[in-house]
């Protein structure tokens, strides 16, 4: 049985399994950390002379310039890391299943299962394997179960589960300070002598008190509940922008009052387009099918209905745009400013920017997009996924990627505020204004700028949640 962690190996190079261990390895430099991925392209990156890494994320660049070389290291030989370690975190990507039972909706478990039984097929030695990804409830039983039928003579493995709350953008802050560290284990003797193992790696720098120590079941409920209540926030806040926008109130000025009540709190009432990113969507789906599995179809209804107000707001947003040109947008040009989730990732899974960038393709819009991290390939890829029968040179007909915002608005009709990036704020909206078509629409998004300063200068603007308009 481990219960000193010396060596600790990461399965999965990705945004999560990179940063965390990354900072595991900065904060405990008596622990050797070795990432490793099947992706070479990925381990290449996180291992270039020029610290050119695989994703952005504020401070991690500085993070991996500390630890690299010294006790943290990246590979692609799984094998040889597995076996060196005593302590193993699974940090493999756990998709929405594409096709089977539970498609579109259950997760995609084939990645954890594929790094479980490599652990159980090389390990010579006992090991403490941590489910870090994101799982359905009770997957720890699952991992147990091959490990076991698999392990040698002599070998014992004890599961953890140790979800991460990080958020990208932030994920460096997130891992620094995080509001809790919470770890699930079995509630035998070795079952909380694992959970103590991993709970000193943290201890290194998270106060203990943050460190929760719960069941195997909870930890990883608590995972998918939390991400489900977080999404939720914003779904209501944004089925209440709708009244607004109907109404004439203020959606800013309604979440604040209601963000005032301390039982409710501020945080996660921003309304917008639609919230992004790859794990929302995927974990709510998750506990919809979760619920409908255990016979509690009035549960998974209620889940469902989250994700469901979250397409109706980017179809909201996207026929508001073409209502206010006039009815038409074919064969006009409109910016669409920002690509990723969210600000400060180069992340675009899930993005809304996607959704409305095939609307306005749909209505046979030209489109200028322009974020400032997400690469010009990653673009591609993504609309040529959700645009049916396109390729990258088919989408090029209509759609441009602009070197920079002020070159993206010059000659539309309309500017589309996608994502919150900080410097839409500070443009130089008069040079945007002079470069435009009139009359000069803008469609803020995400609440980003003041919408009576560009009324001044002349824009016509319309900003989420709120009533009056142009
Ligand atoms: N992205 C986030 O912000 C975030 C936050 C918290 C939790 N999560 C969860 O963490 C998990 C990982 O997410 P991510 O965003 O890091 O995914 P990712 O796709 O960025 O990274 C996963 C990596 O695992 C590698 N991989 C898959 N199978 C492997 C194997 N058998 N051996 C070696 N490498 C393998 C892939 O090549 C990939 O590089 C998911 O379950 C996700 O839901 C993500
Ligand atoms: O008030 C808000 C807050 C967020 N968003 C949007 O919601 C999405 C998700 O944002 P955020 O949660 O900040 O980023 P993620 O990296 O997706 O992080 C979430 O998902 C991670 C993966 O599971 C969890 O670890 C984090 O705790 C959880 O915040 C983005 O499109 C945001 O623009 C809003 O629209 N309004």
């Not at 190079?13 to 050797?32: D, M, N, R, S, W």
């Not at 096709?99 to 006992?126: C, H, K, M, P």
């Amino acid at each position: 049985m481990v219960v000193n962690v010396t060596k600790i190996c990461c399965i999965g190079a990705g945004y999560v399994g990179g940063p965390t261990c990354a900072v595991i390895a900065l904060k405990c430099p008596q622990i050797q950390v070795t990432i490793v991925d099947l992706n070479k392209a990925r381990i290449d990156a996180w291992n270039s002379p020029d610290f050119q890494l695989p994703i952005y994320e504020p401070g991690l660049e500085d993070v991996v310039r500390k630890a690299r070389g010294r006790n943290l290291f990246f590979s692609t030989d799984v094998d040889k890391a597995i076996q060196e370690a005593d302590l193993i975190f699974v940090s493999v990507n756990t998709p929405t299943k594409k096709a089977g039972v539970g498609a579109g909706f259950a997760a995609d478990l084939n990645y954890v299962e594929l790094a479980t039984r490599q652990i159980a097929r090389v390990a010579n030695s006992s090991k403490i394997v941590v489910e870090k990804s994101t799982v359905p409830c009770r997957t720890a039983e699952s991992m147990r179960t091959i490990l076991e039928a698999n392990s040698k003579p002599n070998v014992r493995f004890d599961i953890l589960s140790n979800p991460e709350f990080l958020a990208e953008g932030t994920a460096i802050n997130d891992l620094f300070a995080p509001d809790r560290v919470l770890i699930g284990s079995l509630q035998s003797a070795e079952g909380k002598a694992a959970c103590a193992a991993l709970t000193n790696v943290y201890a290194n720098w998270v106060p203990k008190e943050r460190i929760l120590n719960v069941g195997l079941w909870s930890s990883e409920l608590s995972k998918l509940a939390a991400n489900a209540m977080l999404a939720q926030r914003i779904s209501s806040i944004n089925a209440l922008s709708a009244i607004c926008e109907a109404t004439g109130a203020n959606i800013d000025e309604v979440a604040n009052a209601v963000g005032y009540d301390s039982r409710v709190g501020p945080k996660f009432l921003k309304a917008s387009v639609g919230f992004g990113g790859s794990c929302f969507q995927k974990d709510i789906l998750n506990l919809v099918y979760l619920s409908e599995s255990l016979h509690l179809p009035e549960v998974a209804a209620y889940w469902r209905q989250v994700v469901d107000m979250n397409e109706y707001q980017k179809r909201r947003f996207s026929q508001t745009v073409v209502d206010t040109l006039f009815n038409t947008i074919t064969g006009k040009r409109i910016a669409v400013l920002g690509f990723a989730f969210k600000a400060d990732t180069g992340d675009t899974r899930e993005s809304a920017a996607i959704t409305l960038i095939k609307n306005f393709h749909s209505e046979r819009a030209l489109i200028n997009v322009y974020d400032p991290k997400v690469e010009h390939a990653q673009i591609w890829q993504d609309l040529t996924e959700v645009v049916p029968g396109s390729t990258a040179e088919s989408l090029k007909k209509t759609i441009t990627i602009s070197p920079s915002a002020l070159e993206a608005c010059k000659n539309v009709e309309a500017v589309i505020i996608a994502t919150e990036w900080s410097e839409f704020k500070t443009i130089d909206w008069q040079k945007v204004y002079d470069g435009m078509n009139k009359p000069a629409f803008v469609f803020d998004g995400r609440l980003l700028v003041d919408a009576e300063k560009l009324r001044k200068i002349g824009f016509k603007v319309t900003t989420i949640g709120r009533g009056e308009r142009l």
